[in-house]
């Protein structure tokens, strides 16, 4: 006979089996943060940048370079600062001050977390994951180089997610683990008895 004790703690077990297997999204930093992005509709490196800046919860903008308004105000940066111009470029603000630019689609959270957590009083400028040089940060920096229309988070949703993709379905492999590992553990338990 199984007791109201004895599947109080077979519910537990359950849940704590279900809590090893939840995943955790999101970049861990300690500092206040944003990143604008300067990217094109037709550049798929800006697809995936996109892409993880969404599924991992980074505060960011868009601005396409499609706008005009938002096109030079990258051309500026590009020829100020002088790097290549490229997309996407992204800057990178922590605590209200520019602290890196970064060219080029970095999917690591390591990468960004090292940015965030870490900033100087320089300017650095990363082509890929390199670092590449460190500029005083020019006056007037966010009045002269942020562009003007930012891109609706809902529009670069659509283009960077597929559509038919039911993300619900990413857990199923979990879920089912999970529920075997339960399983075990109950028939092992009362096997027992």
Not at 37 to 63: D, Q, R
Not at 153 to 166: C, H, R
């Amino acid at each position: 006979m199984v007791y109201p004790m004895n599947i109080l703690r077979l519910v537990l077990v359950f849940i704590a089996s279900q809590l090893i297997f939840i995943p955790v999204y999101g970049l861990e930093v300690s500092n206040n943060y944003m990143i604008y992005v300067y990217g094109s509709k037709t550049c798929p490196h800006c697809m995936t940048l996109a892409k993880y800046f969404i599924e991992n919860n980074v505060e960011f903008t868009w601005f396409w370079i499609d706008d005009e308004e938002n096109l030079d105000a990258l051309r500026s940066l590009v020829n100020d600062i002088d790097i290549t111009e490229g997309t996407p470029t992204s800057i990178v603000y922590v605590n209200g001050d520019p602290v890196a630019i970064v060219l080029g689609a970095i999917t690591e959270d390591g990468f960004w977390e090292s940015i965030i957590n870490n900033p100087t009083e320089t300017l650095k400028i990363y082509y890929g994951d390199k670092l590449f040089k460190e500029v005083i940060t020019p006056e007037d920096f966010t009045n002269k180089y942020i562009g003007g229309s930012p891109a609706s988070l809902d529009d670069l949703k659509e283009l960077v997610i597929e559509p038919e993709a039911d993300t619900s379905t990413d857990y199923i492999p979990t879920i089912v683990v999970a529920i075997a590992i339960s399983a075990l553990i109950l028939y092992i338990y009362l096997r027992k008895r």
